[in-house]
């Protein structure tokens, strides 16, 4: 008997090599950063005005003599196919919170409390930079991670980044990119449509309502939360992203058959597949076919509506999605002007805001370590641990680092 599984020749010299590239967890990460640069190239060649156009090119849909949804292509892929990317970084975080590194509040205050000051900061350094000024009101500009490259290059780098790291960075991100899509609708959108925004929660509030009902179809929760949820937020002036990622908390989080049940079921299932009459013909009986049925169906409940999502659409994000995002906006043409530029206040601003984290500051150095010392005290006094110890790790790194550059000699300083 032979127990290999058959392979056609398409699938041993094409399917499965192509497979293999894509499993690989580094290879989203080259696909974005290839994009990015074909998008760089393009807008700095003689294609470059071919490519502005392309993307402010508009795209909607007429009825009855009136255009509705009348945006710009790179308006729809930062609000559409970004929404997904998010909706997707969503269901990953609320897995943490679930059942992972972020289970516990406590090991989520870190990534909350970074993300605030990783908001505030920039912010009022970008104020006292650009003080007096007409620039003044563009304090919001160094507020935002850009989450998507952000996790590209956390990404690019696969198995070697541990999962504990990622998930704190990603939590990071979200907070960070959040808080700055609030600043960004609150103070730079010129006109909000409540009865939309709130159109939209109150869409989210039916759909928690739903999942505490037990209603776990995902198609459900995708009409509703597109049609019901985004639509609304889209047309409301706030960022469509946040939709997205509100609808991914709703999504449930728990199976139908636990662990015990399923591997009960799955063996009872076996033994009569094993046990069935079965023919000469290559194809399977009835009963096969039914207990084969059995075994989708039983698998498909003992795996959570949450991570069914997550795991199907992950290369739909990693190999569509973010290529095209990367192509929409990594086209940063260079004009001769570039010196004059980037020693403008504004960009002075932004630059020092982002970088704060690297500047000589004491007051980090004294934070981190007293969050390092509180989060062993913790430990020692038996209470749950206050950090994961990857996380007590990056603060106890970040704390010797300051230290040593506070303790540099003035010409490495100068570097």
Not at 199 to 212: M, N, P, R
């Amino acid at each position: 008997m032979n127990n290999e599984v058959k392979s056609s020749p398409a699938e041993k010299w094409i399917i499965n090599p192509v497979n293999n590239f894509i499993s690989k967890s580094t290879t989203g990460g080259i696909v974005l950063f290839v994009s990015a640069i074909i998008a760089i190239v393009l807008a700095n060649s003689p294609l470059s005005d071919w490519y502005h156009h392309l993307w402010e090119h508009k795209i909607g849909f007429t009825f009855d003599g009136t255009t509705y949804l009348n945006y710009s292509l790179h308006h729809w892929v930062n609000d559409a196919l970004m929404a997904v990317f998010f909706f997707v970084v969503g269901l990953e975080l609320k897995r943490e919170i679930v059942g992972g590194e972020l289970s516990d509040p406590k090991k989520a205050l870190l990534p909350i409390v970074a993300a605030i000051g990783g908001m505030i900061f920039p912010a009022l350094i970008y104020l006292f930079i650009n003080s007096g000024t007409e620039s003044a009101h563009g304090w919001g500009i160094p507020m935002a991670t850009d989450i998507a490259f952000a996790l590209g290059v956390l990404y690019l780098l696969g198995d070697k980044v541990p999962t504990s790291l990622k998930i704190f960075l990603t939590a990071l991100a979200i907070v960070d990119d959040l808080g700055a899509v609030l600043v960004i609708a609150f103070f730079y959108t010129a006109e909000i449509n409540f009865p939309m925004l709130f159109t939209g929660i109150g869409f989210v509030a039916f759909l928690l309502l739903s999942k505490a009902f037990g209603i776990r179809n995902t198609i459900f929760y995708a009409i509703v939360g597109i049609f019901g949820v985004w639509l609304p937020f889209l047309l409301s002036g706030v960022h469509a992203t946040i939709a997205a990622v509100l609808v991914a908390f709703t999504i449930p989080a728990d199976s139908k058959v636990d662990e015990i049940l399923f591997i009960d079921k799955i063996k009872k299932y076996l033994e009569k597949f094993k046990n069935a009459d079965t023919t000469n013909a290559p194809t399977l009986t009835e009963e096969q076919l039914h207990l084969l049925e059995h075994i989708r169906i039983t698998t498909k409940d003992a795996m959570t509506p949450l991570q069914r999502l997550e795991h199907r659409m992950h290369s739909l994000v990693s190999f569509i999605i973010m290529p095209i995002f990367a192509l929409a906006n990594a086209g940063v043409t260079f004009s001769n002007d570039i010196l004059a530029e980037t020693t403008s206040n504004v960009t002075l601003g932004v630059v020092f805001g982002l970088m704060f984290t690297q500047c000589e500051d004491n007051f980090k150095g004294i934070e981190r370590n007293y969050l390092y010392q509180l989060g062993r005290q913790s430990e020692a006094d038996g209470e749950a641990p206050l950090f994961t110890d990857v996380q007590l790790q990056l603060i106890a790194d970040s704390a010797d680092a300051i230290k040593d550059y506070n303790t540099a000699s003035p010409s490495f300083k100068k570097l």
